[in-house]
């Protein structure tokens, strides 16, 4: 799937479920292993795991592969391996522990709108 595409197609996702504070990082510069990392906050583990759901099924019903996913049965932090793209939905209190923006803070900033 273009990478475009992918990140459209992920924001849109995150956005039907109510996500907030998207970001969508490009680390294609930085590191090998993958293009982007999209970032989401949720406000409940039901949210995230609802959120994570709902990317898997819109990302598979564009075209492309969801490589794996972890972290559903806390529903914390659950992250969608999209092989291009790893998604992190995030409760606010582990988001703002793990601070992933700060840790990747080389990387470009690309629009997180899908439309």
Same mark, same amino acid.
Request: charged letters at 25%.
């Given at each position: 799937?273009?990478?475009? $595409?992918?990140?459209?197609?992920?924001?849109?996702?995150?956005?039907?479920?109510?996500?907030?504070?998207?970001?969508?990082?490009?680390?294609?510069?930085?590191?090998?292993?993958? +293009?982007?990392?999209?970032?989401?906050?949720?406000?409940?583990?039901?949210?995230?795991?609802?959120?994570?759901?709902?990317?898997?099924? $819109?990302? $598979?019903?564009?075209?492309?592969?969801?490589?794996? @996913?972890?972290?559903? @049965?806390?529903?914390?932090?659950?992250?969608? +391996?999209?092989?291009?793209?790893?998604?992190?939905?995030?409760?606010?209190?582990?988001?703002?522990?793990?601070?992933?923006?700060?840790?990747?803070?080389?990387?470009?900033?690309?629009?997180?709108?899908?439309?």
């Amino acid at each position: 799937m273009e990478s475009t $595409k992918l990140i459209k197609t992920v924001v849109a996702a995150l956005e039907e479920i109510k996500a907030y504070d998207i970001e969508v990082l490009e680390v294609s510069g930085i590191t090998a292993l993958f +293009d982007y990392i999209i970032i989401a906050s949720a406000d409940s583990s039901r949210q995230t795991r609802a959120l994570a759901n709902n990317v898997q099924e $819109k990302i $598979k019903a564009a075209g492309g592969r969801v490589y794996n @996913q972890e972290g559903e @049965q806390s529903g914390e932090w659950v992250l969608v +391996d999209l092989g291009d793209a790893i998604v992190h939905i995030m409760q606010p209190t582990v988001r703002d522990y793990y601070n992933l923006e700060a840790l990747w803070d080389e990387a470009k900033t690309v629009s997180a709108t899908a439309n």
